[in-house]
């Protein structure tokens, strides 16, 4: 059994991994837009295994702090390893503020079905 990882960890994994900014194109293309709901409910399904089932509510608490300091150094260190710019320009901010919004929605108790996938 894999040891869990701390919060920042496993967020530094999941971006670097799943929005890799070679492989991601634009976050602002309407595609990438509708196909949200699909990613964080991956995203927050991938998480919680990856922090444990008893660091979920550690992990939504540096998600909504996350979200609301685009010049911190957790969200530096996550921009760098995943290439992926989101508080560079305010329109990727305000895209990555709703993923992670959608990301703890999806974190919550019974989060519902999983969406999805939208036609592109």
């Given amino acids: 059994m894999r040891k869990p ?3 920042p960890a496993a967020l530094d994994h999941e971006l670097s ?3 890799n900014g070679d492989e991601l194109g634009s976050v602002r293309t309407e595609a990438f837009r509708t196909s949200l709901p699909r990613r964080a409910f991956d995203s927050a ?3 919680r ?3 444990g089932e008893d660091k979920v509510a550690e992990l939504i608490g540096v998600l909504e702090t996350l979200k609301s ?3 911190s150094t957790l969200m530096r260190n996550l921009m760098e390893g995943s ?3 989101w508080a560079d320009a305010p329109q990727d901010w305000a895209i990555f503020q709703n993923l992670v919004d959608q990301i703890i929605k999806y974190l919550q108790p019974n989060p519902g079905p999983r969406p999805a996938w939208t036609q592109e």
């Fill in 5 to 7: 990882l701390d919060p």
């Fill in 17 to 19: 991994c799943w929005y």
């Fill in 45 to 47: 399904e991938r998480l």
């Fill in 49 to 51: 295994q990856l922090v």
């Fill in 69 to 71: 300091e685009p010049n």
């Fill in 83 to 85: 290439q992926t710019w």
